[in-house]
């Protein structure tokens, strides 16, 4: 069996691109975007971190957070947002019944893809190059022309706060080339 690294910091900052089960495009409807807002609410009041940036994507979304100091405990964090998503979207009754194998005999909810992405932020470049990343990433899969042009992202607050122009990623031109690097 692999065994997974994951590095913590107390108080750090990461980069995460987190996954739905087989890529389901359901992240977006008006309901699920409530059942996320509440879960990742409900999150931040027992466990606190702050949301830095976040693009939510049909099949995905990508986010950055902080922890708060002494503090590196972010599995805790996404076990508890895809855990209340889940109990929340089933209270909708806005999931499909979608089984998936071993998911199936745990009577496990098929929404989430089993792991996710993580990277710690180790400085404001670092920063800067996922913050693109994030904000960019409506516009490489295909969604809109201009990253502004997506409705479900941070990058809104960051133009009003002077760090984007609107016509920021148009045509292509982010200030990027390589995102290798950068999990998806």
């Known amino acids: 069996m692999p065994n ?7 108080g750090g900052s990461y ?9 389901r495009p359901l992240l977006i409807s008006a309901m699920a975007r409530a059942c996320l807002h509440r879960a990742w609410q409900d999150t931040r009041e027992k466990h606190p ?6 693009s939510l994507l049909p099949d995905h979304l990508h986010c950055i957070i902080t922890l708060p100091e002494g503090d590196s405990d972010y599995p805790k964090r996404w076990s508890m947002i895809e855990g209340l998503f889940t109990k929340y979207m089933q209270a909708a009754q806005a999931l499909d019944r979608a089984s998936a194998g071993s998911r199936a005999r745990k009577r496990e909810a ?10 710690l932020i180790r400085d404001e470049d670092d920063l800067r190059r996922h913050l ?4 960019f990433n409506p516009v490489k899969h ?7 042009d997506w ?12 760090w984007y122009d609107a016509e920021w990623g148009a045509q292509g031109q982010t200030g990027f080339d390589d995102d290798s690097e950068i999990g998806e």
Not at 15 to 23: C, Q
Not at 49 to 54: G, L, N, P, V, Y
Not at 132 to 135: A, G, L, P, T, V
Not at 151 to 162: A, I, K, N, P, Q
């Open 132 to 135: 693109d990343y994030i904000h």
């Open 151 to 162: 409705e479900w992202t941070s990058l809104h607050r960051y133009v009003r706060l002077g």
């Open 4 to 10: 997974y690294r994951r590095t913590r910091v107390a």
């Open 142 to 148: 295909g969604y809109v022309f201009r990253p502004a």
């Open 110 to 119: 098929v929404i989430w893809q089993r792991r996710y992405w993580e990277h």
């Open 15 to 23: 980069f995460f691109t987190v996954v739905t089960f087989e890529r």
């Open 49 to 54: 971190f702050s949301t830095d940036a976040i």
